[in-house]
């Protein structure tokens, strides 16, 4: 069974960073993708960026390129998301998936592609 845990958010000022983290247990990384993603209150949940956990391919939402940077660390099967130069419209509960299998490139920043999900970890920026 896969199980994800987020951890890393936090309340800072417009400008400011913030690093969130991915723990990941019952994960094979290899094959897969795996992703970030938020949702505000009365808003769907949007894909922020997602990688291949094989290759290492990133792909990101046209809203963060060039701010936010996600990786992971296979050795300690976690996955991060740096973010910079936050914005009060990044506020949103923050969302680790991962899907077990790869995709085309356009599906990787839906939440329907993938299976598992975790907890969320609430980011909020003030202006």
């Known amino acids: 069974q896969v199980q994800l845990v987020e951890s890393g958010g936090g309340s800072v000022q417009a400008g400011g960073s913030l690093r969130l983290s991915c723990a990941a247990s019952g994960y094979t990384y290899g094959t897969g993708c795996m992703g970030w993603f938020r949702q505000s209150p009365g808003k769907e949940r949007e894909g922020v960026a997602a990688?291949?956990?094989?290759?290492?391919?990133?792909y990101y939402a046209d809203s963060v390129k060039g701010r936010f940077t996600i990786s992971q660390d296979n050795a300690k099967n976690t996955l991060y998301l740096q973010m910079n130069g936050l914005k009060p419209e990044d506020t949103a509960m923050y969302y680790c998936a991962a899907a077990l299998t790869g995709g085309s490139w356009w599906s990787l920043l839906l939440p329907a592609f993938y299976t598992y999900w975790g907890q969320g970890t609430q980011v909020t920026v003030s202006s």
């Open positions: 990688i291949t956990t094989g290759g290492g391919t990133t």
